[in-house]
């Protein structure tokens, strides 16, 4: 049974910083390159950052340093780590493997939001 569940969300001031927590599914997760996603009012979901099973990491340009993405293999987990969040940050922020099929399933996702 496919599972994605992401939390670790809230609210935080500009500056500060959440880390977030996905928990996927074995068969989602094992030698699959995972992904976090965000998706803002208004807007479309974006990708934010990505790592493959052996650890690779890339970037969105507008992370700038700021997040880190990491993954536990034993455990099924991927994480975000986010520093010197900005109001601009402000979305629901969603893991799922990288790139996305169509149709994919897509966990709840977690709320992040980033006051003045």
């Known amino acids: 049974q496919e599972q994605l569940v992401e939390s670790g969300g809230g609210l935080v001031q500009a500056g500060g910083s959440l880390n977030l927590s996905c928990a996927a599914s074995?068969?989602?997760?094992?030698?699959?390159?995972m992904g976090w996603y965000r998706e803002a009012p208004g807007k479309q979901r974006e990708y934010v950052a990505r790592?493959?099973?052996?650890?690779?990491?890339m970037y969105n340009d507008f992370v700038e340093g700021r997040f880190t993405i990491s993954r536990d293999n034993d455990k099924n987990m991927v994480y975000l780590q986010m520093n010197s969040l900005k109001p601009e940050d402000t979305a629901v922020y969603y893991c799922?493997?990288?790139?996305?099929?169509?149709?994919?399933?897509w966990g709840q996702g977690t709320q992040v939001t980033v006051s003045t």
């Open positions: 074995r068969d989602k997760f094992t030698f699959a390159t």
């Open positions: 799922n493997v990288a790139p996305v099929p169509p149709n994919a399933y």
């Open positions: 790592i493959t099973y052996e650890g690779q990491l």
